[in-house]
């Protein structure tokens, strides 16, 4: 098969929640992508991709060697949306081994790590892949370019990382200098800014401002930030400033809440609701009604950053602030937990991904109105 024809397979059943657990993803994911890339899979070759590969007492999913015994990459393997923490016991082996390249992958997510060089660990990645996000094209180049068995034996995929792994300190650089070099700019107003400034000025307006005026708005860039801290310093120290903003923000909400309109459509059949958190927590349930599958499929998608959408405990969904729980979560008929704390677009997408699992086309199939 080839890798382009296997990824498109993939990501299919990335969407539909196939891949419920490690076990999974390794044999489902990983290993078919190592088969195509020339890796010994079929038949197993354990000298060559070693797996639970043990580091004095410790273990690593796969070592894949070159020679046989030596490894080269060592790829770690995480349900799907739930690899956080595991490139620091994956770095914690490949340092003790003195392996070049390490892998992280939930399946969805890949992260190609350069162990020994510097910065923090998401500084040492070389490239972050997600196959749902890249073009297939990309995503097949990528693969190709670091996990390539030939390409590993030769010595290129490790070279081709490090050079990728250049580019993106360099870049990390750039950006982090530009606003300096902006504000240097600003301050020193320099004569070419200025001048440019003004050109651009009478090419759009017919008019070239003299230097002082241009010099001016220079300043006013400089100082963009004021208003909003004097606002700041202005609800701190006056009350009535603070109630009287309280009270405007509050008219407003209750006059935008007016002539709304909260449903959900499935397959022709409408649902009413009160709010864009009751469409959320209506179509789960209804999508749980008519398929019990469902929500362990869903768990076994990529979910937030740091966030679950849904959970089989209401602590798993605001791992970072647990003050959220027990106000912001909602338990379905069928026993999991939901979060509801998201602002209107964030549950616009978190409804999208619960289609493709349900396999329902978001928009037609399955229609929701929010209130915008």
Same mark, same amino acid.
């Given at each position: 098969m080839q890798l382009e024809n296997l990824i498109k397979e993939i990501r299919e059943k990335l969407k539909a929640g196939c891949f419920v657990n490690e076990a999974a993803v390794s044999h489902g994911v990983l290993l078919p992508i190592l088969q195509v890339l020339g890796w010994p899979v079929f038949p197993f070759d354990p000298q060559i991709i070693c797996p639970e590969y043990s580091i004095r007492g410790k273990r690593?999913?796969?070592?894949?060697?070159?020679?046989? @015994?030596?490894?080269?990459? #060592?790829?770690?393997?995480?349900?799907?949306?739930?690899?956080?923490?595991?490139?620091?016991?994956?770095?914690?082996?490949?340092?003790?081994?003195? /392996?070049?390249?390490?892998?992280?992958?939930?399946?969805?997510?890949?992260?190609?790590?350069?162990?020994?060089?510097?910065?923090?660990?998401?500084?040492?990645?070389?490239?972050?892949?997600?196959? %749902?996000? @890249?073009?297939?094209?990309?995503?097949?180049? $990528?693969?190709? $370019?670091?996990?390539?068995?030939?390409r590993v034996r030769d010595e290129e995929s490790i070279n081709a990382a490090r050079s990728d792994y250049k580019d993106a300190a360099k870049n990390r650089t750039m950006k982090d200098t530009i606003p300096n070099a902006w504000t240097k700019l600003l301050e020193e107003q320099d004569g070419s800014l200025v001048d440019l400034?003004?050109?651009?000025?009478?090419?759009?307006?017919?008019?070239?401002?003299?230097?002082?005026?241009?010099?001016? #708005? %220079?300043?006013?860039?400089l100082h963009q930030i004021m208003p909003e801290k004097l606002? $700041?310093?202005?609800?701190?120290?006056?009350?009535?400033?603070?109630?009287?903003?309280?009270?405007?923000?509050?008219?407003?909400?209750?006059?935008? @809440?007016?002539?709304?309109?909260?449903?959900?459509?499935?397959?022709?059949?409408?649902?009413?609701?009160?709010?864009? @958190?009751?469409?959320?927590?209506?179509v789960f349930e209804e999508l749980t009604k008519r398929d019990p599958s469902f929500p362990n499929? #869903?768990?076994?998608?990529?979910?937030?950053?740091?966030? $679950?959408?849904m959970a089989v405990t209401k602590e798993e969904l605001y791992p970072d602030r647990p003050d959220l729980c027990n106000d912001h979560s909602y338990r379905l008929k069928s026993g999991q937990w939901i979060g509801?704390?998201?602002?209107?677009?964030?549950?616009?997408?978190?409804?999208?991904?619960?289609?493709? /699992?349900?396999?329902?086309? #978001?928009?037609?199939?399955?229609?929701?109105?929010?209130?915008?």
């Open positions: 690593v999913d796969f070592a894949l060697c070159h020679p046989a @015994r030596k490894p080269s990459i #060592f790829v770690e393997v995480k349900k799907v949306g739930q690899k956080e923490g595991g490139d620091e016991q994956l770095f914690q082996y490949a340092f003790d081994e003195g /392996v070049p390249m390490a892998v992280l992958t939930d399946g969805q997510e890949w992260l190609f790590y350069l162990p020994a060089e510097r910065g923090s660990h998401d500084e040492r990645c070389a490239y972050k892949l997600d196959l %749902l996000e @890249r073009e297939i094209g990309d995503s097949c180049e $990528r693969l190709r $370019r670091y996990l390539c068995c030939k400034i003004a050109e651009t000025t009478e090419d759009l307006c017919g008019y070239k401002p003299n230097p002082d005026l241009v010099g001016n #708005f %220079l300043k006013e860039q606002i $700041r310093e202005l609800s701190g120290e006056n009350t009535g400033f603070k109630e009287t903003h309280k009270s405007i923000d509050r008219s407003l909400k209750r006059l935008g @809440r007016k002539g709304r309109t909260y449903e959900f459509n499935i397959r022709g059949q409408k649902f009413k609701c009160n709010s864009a @958190r009751d469409v959320l927590s209506g499929r #869903f768990m076994a998608r990529k979910h937030g950053r740091k966030r $679950r959408y509801v704390n998201y602002s209107v677009t964030s549950i616009r997408d978190i409804i999208m991904i619960a289609a493709e /699992v349900a396999e329902l086309k #978001f928009g037609s199939d399955l229609i929701v109105s929010l209130g915008e």
